[in-house]
Structure formats: structure tokens, C-alpha cells
């Protein structure tokens, strides 16, 4: 049997009143790049239910192998949801046969989602072209399917495809077929844009007509081919759309979705529509990039709301004035979605933002005007050949106390906790196919010379073992602290060949307490490589030698 | 003296009635990660002036050194414009003194750029508070500027800052700051969304209630932090602002501004307003790609109208439909912003994808159901292990001609034109601070045994050296081969270090007619090179048995 209990959205003030419904592991799985385990899928709908979002669209049972897996493993216990609904996705039955002999309608049963979205075309001429049918018989396929799942006890969704164009060329079978659904039991009739060509004012006008004409209960799920998805959701809400479908961080086929946190952003900061429980608003940005985590695509940094940029300040001009007045330069207090200002270090910055940014740090620049400009000189030298501080606050940090030790003596210059003599890295790729590297690094530590060889997976990871291997009798700290991350740039393709290049790498650690990212430019990328795992080490070290007591 | 005749847009068809105005090159330059040179700012405005702009701003002279330098080699004749207006963009004068003396207006005028874009608060919190000064001395500065500098023989606009938050806080005070600059004879009153907080709908009311209320020319500068910047300037234009102020690719502080190609986009496919030159939309695609080559960002593969997968479709459901017709499920045809239709090659591709991708690359999949199955298994299966044929056409191509030579004897199998006996390489870091990457291979060529030893700036960049140095007397079409790009991508970090991860490396090639682009994956970041590399040569050499008439 199934659990009714479980479909209405749990959780937010607005209870069954306002749905955000997610559609991340079915529409945004089409994403270019984009490949879900089962694994990953369960992972996300965990996310998303703790976020608080009302419906989570799981994917298409009995169409694709992992999707019915997922809700068989969703059934069997493997999530439990606090918040959230889950929701099976699926096609009204075909032409010619009944919905109750439609092996693909079972498939939905058989997935014991409480609710199902069925997708069913409302374009006249995609009902004629692509189905190969007429107007009665697609708003009969509807009607038929809609009311044996609601028979059978599920809650029932219509997403009606290509709705604005189909309403702009033939309003009245556009809404021929949403008046089959609603008539059969479905609860929500939502509009879809599904080639993603609208504009918001056009939009919001067509969403208030369908709601004046029909008084159904309308949602929307945007495409952002004209980049206005997530204006166009919120646009579709102001003209009395009460369900949004939207993808985590706008993933999706083509241009992709409306972006989840984007829209909730907006609807919560702009319209005071509380459509999340209490207090979830300030995991969106750890959510979101949570998410990207498990997609495994990198965070858009200058994604709204929840980037990594999206309140970083670069221009001098405005850092000056954040130190007075932070409110006067942001829409919204960035705690609010669980976001930081951040001043960034860049040869644009002046010595407004350079101060801010050592005040984050806990550098005190107070009194230091030389070393400002010193520090300031050798950012915009350095930027100049490619390595970038914007991302590696540990290595920035290193650059102003080395300046600030330059001029007064009595401030301890941060150091490298070892001295290299040389290193050597070997790869064999051999006759038997199997590839190995080795390295081996001469350095002295604690006055003595040690040689150390060790193998790894790859050149790098060869020479981070050797290294290890080398110091860590002389410095009790090092086991502590793992590579928790490796970034590769190729910035310039210079010469001839494209392998010919200044690699930057970014290099992120952690102590179990801390993480800290730090950054090495060079032709070599086992060089740049290099360059990041000192700055790491030397950066923990004087973080020891604070603690001691330095 | 400065040219008038270039300050009004040439070459649309709408001539000074609708201004596009472009500002990468001052506001799209405070993204995080961009950083011009001056003759990236020249290589920027160029191509914008191809594309057919109205306005390019250059930057700040007198703020910044590189901008000051830009207007001077741009007045020294280094940037002869067709189509755009070449703007300096500055402050109106300082407190206290008259914009005749003020040495950051005359550095406006010593730019000779023939426009100027002023900016001015116009909230009264910021007059206030950042500014510390009353209303009517901020509208005065305004006055005496604009003044000033059209008695110069300058076009003035207007950028009111924070206008939509101040209007909405004191609407009376921020018209007095317009009315004072387009009393004085600037030309537009540009309503700035500076803290990028709006929305569509409210700012469509304010664009059009603000044009009722004085009748000025009004333009829209908008940026994305509710990810609406795209949607909010084309409302504001659908409003009544007959100026668009955008950066190329959306560049520009925190979330970014409103992408230039997107807004176009919108503006000629939805609207119907040619705001370019007739024959320039098709060129939106390759500007938007050079300009982000410029500034060294990876193009944003999912951009509406101009990202790789803007048009890309991966669902098994629609692949099958587009076979029938391609317009059903595209909003515009991709060709009419220089795009392309692409099918996607994942395990989530049906045999529909596969075989529409087949005939893209013209390979006869007809009658061949057993090569589709194979070939759909092996793509599943290698993409499991972190493959991603997606933008790896030509490794793509091999696979699916292995398949089908599998099957069909008449067909030739496509073969690595060596065999690879072993390689080694060896990087040290010498006692003297170099470093120097060698590379040996051993491999079987034309029946021969090869052994070559060279030199490169990386382990990569010697392996292909290397490789060459043995191949090339035996292979005469290998030196029209050059690698043109090498991208590196972490997959996920395996075991307990950041740098144990598995690699894939895409590799694009070219031989002056073609380009191509293999991919290759192992958990060493050499052998994931070595392995593209591999079938870039593999493609090569099936390209010449082909045309030799094989």
C-alpha cells in the first residue's frame, strides 16, 4: 500500500499551499556531463529532503534500469524522507491500449512513489507530428491515466510540455489537455516551457490568462534557453503559479533548468514567500555545493546567491566603501543563504581591499602602509605570470607576513620547514602495459640530509609520498595533514603545442581542524605541484609554530 | 579634437535609436579571474566592433594605468572602429571643487574618447552615507560635469547608481539627479540595478513609470545576483529603454552582469529588434568564444544561444523525436546565432543519439543494430570508469569504427600507426633550482624498432617530443599534426590524498584543415595524456588511409 501521508510537503509554513518541487535526478540528469550512480541518487534526494524542498522527482521507472533501482532501493528503506515526497516520472500510456495494461503505467505503480508526474504533450503539433495522433485521442490517453493512478491511490501531477508555444498556436487544445487531467483527478497542472524560448513579461501574462480561464491550480518548470529560467519561475509565481519545478544549480539538457537555489533565493529574499523550513535557507550554499560535490562538476563560482563569488568585491572603489557600510553594496546580508562576503586579493585591488582582506585573515596591516604597497607589488607581479590568490587565501597569507617580517625584524618570516637539495621523478610506462612513478627527494630538515624514494598512482602523488616519507620522522605535525584536493589549470597555450603550457595548481589541505588552499604556477606541472605542497607545508608549520607559542 | 561622426552607432538598421553598449572592458574586467592586458583590451574591442556593438567602454583612464594606456593606443590609431563608439567611462567631479579643475575629468577628456559615461549616486542613502554629502550638491557635481564635458564636444550618458534601491527608497531624489544631468545635455539616463537585487516584473513597472514620469531617453544596466539580468534588461526594454548596457559572456562582479549574447539573442529572436548589423547574429558564437579565450575562462558550455551545449541533446526520448523534426525542440535554429545542433554521446543515449551521431560523423550505422549494441556497451561501460566521449568526437569515431570492423570484415579496424614497446620519463629538479623533463620511447614503426629520447618543458610536452622524433621520418603527414589544446580534469580524489585521483585529459589536435579531440583516463595523469595522444594519431592515421583510398 502506499503512503499518502508522505505526499503532502512536510516541513514548510506554507505547508501543501506552496510547492518547491525538485527535478535534479530526472530533468537535470540531463545534463551534458552529468552521469548518476544509484548511489549518488540516493545521496542527492537526502540532501534535498534535509534542505526541506516538498517533492523530489526520483526519475523515470521502468524506462531507465538505475531509475527503477533508485525507487527500489528508495522502497526498500534506503531513504527515509523527513520533508519531502517523492515523486516517479513517466509518460501517459500509448496510444491504442489502456493505461491499466500499459506496461510503463505499471512501472509507476510498481515504483510505490506516492506521487507521479506524468508528462504529456500539449502542442498540437507535436501531438500530430511527433505522436502521430489527434487532439481527442492524446486528452483520452490522459484522461485515461490520470484516473487509474488516481484509483490506485497516488497523488497526481501533469506536466503539460511545450505549453507556451502550443498555447501561443492553439490555445484551446493546449488547454484541452490540462482540462482532461484536472477533470481525471489531477491536482496540479504545470506549464511547462520545455524548449526554454519564453521571455517573463509574455510569461507571467500567459500564466495569469490560464489561471483566469481554468481557476486550476498551475505550476511551472522553466528551460533556460533565453538565460530567464529562473526569471520566468518567479515571474509564473507573482502571475499565481503555486509549484515550481526547478534542478539543483540549474542543471539540465541544453541550457539547462531553473537553478533551485536561484529561485528560493529570490522567493524568500524578494517575495517573503517561506517556501523551505525554518532556518534551511542558510544551508543553500553548502547544499548547493554539496550537490555539484556529487555530480562532480565544479561550483559555477558566479552562480547567485550561493557562488563563491557571488558577494566577493574586486573593484577598489567599492571595497573603500564596504569598509564604511557593508549593506550600501549587497542585495541581501550573505548569511542569509549561508554565503560570505569576501574581499578579493587581485592586482585590480587597492590597498583598501588588501587591508580588508588581512583583516579576514587575522594579518594585522594596521601601521604597515610599505608593507601594503610591497605586498601589493609583488600580487600584481606575480599575477602577471599566472598564479592567481583569489583562490588561495593560505598562500596570500604567506606573501603578506613574508613582507611584513621584510621590514620589521621583529615579526617572524613564514618558512618552508625543510630545504630542497633536488628531486627526481621517474615514470616507466613498461613492456607489460604497467605504468609506475617513482620519486625520490634529497631535502634537509632539523640540520640533517635525508633521502627519501617513494611510488605513487601518478608523478605528483609519487613525489607527496617520497616527501612524506622524508619528513615526517622530523616533524610530528605532517601526518596530520592530507591533500584533500588537486585543481589543474593549463592557462596560456604558448609555443607550439598545447602540451607546451603554464599549469596552475591549486592545492587544498586539511589538518582535520582546518583546510587551507594554496597555489603553484609553473611550465612544469609537477613543478607547479611542487610549488603548492611547500606553500601547504609551510603554511601549517607556522600555524604550529603559533600554537607553541611564537 | 575629437570625431563626432563615430559617436553614433553605425551600421543597424535601428541607427542611434537603439543602443547596444558594451562594457567587458570596464565593468565585465572586475570578474574574479579576469585580468586584461592592454592588448587584450585592443583584441576585445576589436572583435567587438566586428560584431557590431554601438558602444564600446574602454575602461577608466586616469583610474587605472592600463586603461589610460588603452585610450591612448586606442587615439594613437591602434583601434580604427567600423561600427562602435569608443566611451571612457568616470566619475562625476569631487566635492568641493568644479569639474574644470578636476584632474580625474580631464583625464576623461585627455582620453579623446568621443563619449563619456559618468557615473552618479542616485540613492539618497548613498549620497549620504558613502558620498557625505546632501542631495543638492550631488545633483550639482552632476550638472557641472555634464556641463563641462558637453561644452568639450563630449556625448554624455548618464550611469545612476543603486537607481532602482534609491527610487524605491526616495523617487524624488533620485529624478533629481537624472533631471540634472539630462537638463545639462547628456544624451541617455541609464538606470543602474547595482546591486543586481531586482526582478523582472517590478523592474519592467519602475523602467516604465520612470519614462512616464520625465520622458528621458533611458537605458538598463543590470547585474545577475538574483539571476535575472538577462530577463530584467530585456523587460526594461520591452518597458520602453532604448539603451542596453551588457558584458560579453555575462563577465562582471559577484554573480556577473547581463551576457551580451544572450541579451541580442533575445532581443532579434524574440523581440525582433535589430540591434546588430545584418549577418552579425551568425557570428555570436565565435565571439563569444574568442572573448573567452581572451580573458582565459573556459566558455560557459551551457550559455543560452551560444554554449556547446545550448542545442545538445542527450535524452534518448528527444533524439528520437529530432530525427523527425529538428524545429519541434529547438526554441530558434542554432544556425541563426552560429551554433549547432548537437547529439550527445552518454549511456544515457538511446540508439536513436547513437546513430544520429554516427551519421554527424559520417559513419553508415544503417543495418547495423549488433555494432549499435556493442558500441552502446562499451560507451556505458568506459564511461563508468571516467571516459566522457561528449567532446571527445573523434576518440568517439574510433570506437564506433572498431565496433563495426568487429563485426563487418570488409571494414578496416582504425589502428595506432605504432606500436609502443615502453616509455619512460624523467623529471629533475636539479640542486641549481632547474628543471628539465626527458622522455624515451621505444616503439615498433613501419616494421622498425625506434628508439627516440627529447626534452620538453613538462612530462607531457617530452613524451610528445619524443614520440614525434621516432614517428616522424617513418610518418610524412605527422608534422602537419599539432596539439592545439590540452585540458586536465580531476575525477575524484580515490584513497587519502587529493593528488591519488583519476585523471582524464582531452586533447584537441589540428592539421590546419581539421581540428579533433581525444580523450584519455588513468588514475597518472602522463599515461591519461599518452593514452589521448594515442588516438589523436589513431584519427589522423585513419583520415589519410581514408583519403589515400582506403
Not at 610549488?531 to 608549520?541: G, R, S, T, V, Y
Request: glycine letters at 10%.
Amino acid at each position: 500500500m502506499t503512503s499518502t501521508a508522505r505526499s503532502v510537503p512536510a516541513g514548510t509554513p506554507l505547508g501543501d499551499a506552496f510547492h518547491v518541487y525538485d527535478t535534479t535526478l530526472r530533468d537535470g540528469a540531463q545534463r551534458e556531463g552529468i552521469s548518476y550512480s544509484v548511489a549518488d541518487k540516493l545521496a542527492v534526494a537526502r540532501l534535498l529532503d534535509g534542505l526541506g524542498v516538498g517533492f523530489i522527482e526520483g526519475g523515470w521507472p521502468g524506462a531507465l534500469p538505475k531509475d527503477t533501482e533508485f525507487f527500489a532501493r528508495a522502497a526498500a528503506g534506503e531513504l527515509p524522507l523527513r520533508h519531502a515526497a517523492l515523486v516517479a516520472f513517466g509518460s501517459t500510456r500509448r496510444a491504442g491500449t489502456t493505461a491499466a495494461r500499459d506496461p510503463q503505467v505499471q512501472a509507476l505503480l510498481d515504483s510505490q512513489a506516492p506521487v507521479i508526474t506524468l508528462v504529456a504533450k500539449s502542442d498540437r503539433r507535436h501531438i500530430e507530428r511527433a505522436l502521430r495522433t489527434d487532439v481527442a485521442e492524446a486528452a483520452e490517453m490522459v484522461r485515461d491515466t490520470v484516473s487509474f493512478l488516481v484509483g490506485q491511490g497516488r497523488r497526481v501531477f501533469l506536466d503539460a510540455e511545450h505549453f507556451f508555444d502550443g498555447y501561443a498556436f492553439d490555445p484551446d487544445c493546449s488547454l484541452r489537455v490540462l482540462t482532461a487531467a484536472m477533470e481525471s483527478g489531477a491536482d496540479v497542472a504545470v506549464l511547462c516551457d520545455t524548449n526554454g524560448g519564453q521571455l517573463p513579461l509574455g510569461l507571467a501574462e500567459t500564466v495569469g490568462e490560464v489561471i483566469a480561464r481554468t481557476g486550476f491550480r498551475v505550476g511551472i518548470h522553466c528551460q533556460d534557453d533565453t538565460s530567464c529560467a529562473v526569471a520566468n519561475s518567479v515571474a509564473a509565481v507573482q502571475a499565481g503559479a503555486s509549484h515550481v519545478q526547478c534542478t539543483a544549480n540549474g542543471y539540465g539538457e541544453r541550457a539547462g533548468n531553473a537553478d533551485l537555489f536561484a529561485v528560493i533565493g529570490n522567493l524568500v529574499t524578494k517575495l517573503g514567500l517561506e517556501a523551505l523550513p525554518t532556518g534551511a535557507r542558510a544551508e543553500l550554499t553548502r547544499v548547493s555545493h554539496a550537490l555539484a560535490e556529487i555530480a562532480n562538476i565544479a561550483p559555477d563560482t558566479h552562480q547567485a546567491y550561493v557562488g563563491s563569488s557571488a558577494f566577493a568585491h574586486k573593484a577598489g572603489l567599492h571595497a573603500s566603501a564596504i569598509k564604511v557600510d557593508p549593506e550600501l553594496y549587497n542585495h541581501i546580508d550573505p548569511g542569509t543563504v549561508g554565503n560570505d562576503m569576501r574581499v578579493l586579493v587581485t592586482e585590480m585591488a587597492g590597498r583598501a581591499s588588501l587591508e580588508l582582506k588581512g583583516h579576514e585573515l587575522g594579518v594585522d596591516l594596521a601601521g604597515r602602509p610599505e608593507a601594503i604597497t610591497n605586498a601589493l607589488r609583488k600580487v600584481k607581479d606575480l599575477e602577471a605570470r599566472g598564479w592567481s590568490f583569489e583562490a588561495a587565501d593560505a598562500s596570500f597569507e604567506l606573501l603578506l607576513r613574508e613582507e611584513i617580517a621584510g621590514i620589521d625584524p621583529t615579526e617572524t618570516e613564514p618558512v618552508t620547514p625543510f630545504e630542497l637539495e633536488s628531486y627526481r621523478v621517474i615514470l616507466d610506462h613498461d613492456r607489460d602495459g604497467s605504468v609506475v612513478s617513482e620519486a625520490t627527494v634529497k631535502v634537509r630538515v632539523n640540520g640533517q640530509r635525508v633521502i627519501a624514494t617513494a611510488e605513487g598512482n601518478g608523478p605528483v602523488h609519487a613525489l607527496d609520498a617520497a616527501l612524506r616519507k622524508a619528513l615526517s620522522p622530523h616533524l610530528p605535525w605532517l601526518d596530520d595533514v592530507e591533500l584533500t584536493d588537486y585543481k589543474v589549470r593549463i592557462l596560456t597555450a604558448g609555443g607550439d603545442h598545447g602540451t607546451d603550457a603554464v599549469t596552475r595548481v591549486l592545492v587544498q589541505s586539511s589538518d582535520r581542524e582546518r583546510e587551507w588552499t594554496t597555489v603553484g604556477v609553473h611550465g612544469n606541472i609537477v613543478e607547479a605541484s611542487w610549488l603548492a605542497l611547500c606553500d601547504a607545508l609551510a603554511h601549517k608549520a607556522m600555524r604550529v609554530r603559533t600554537a607553541v607559542g611564537g
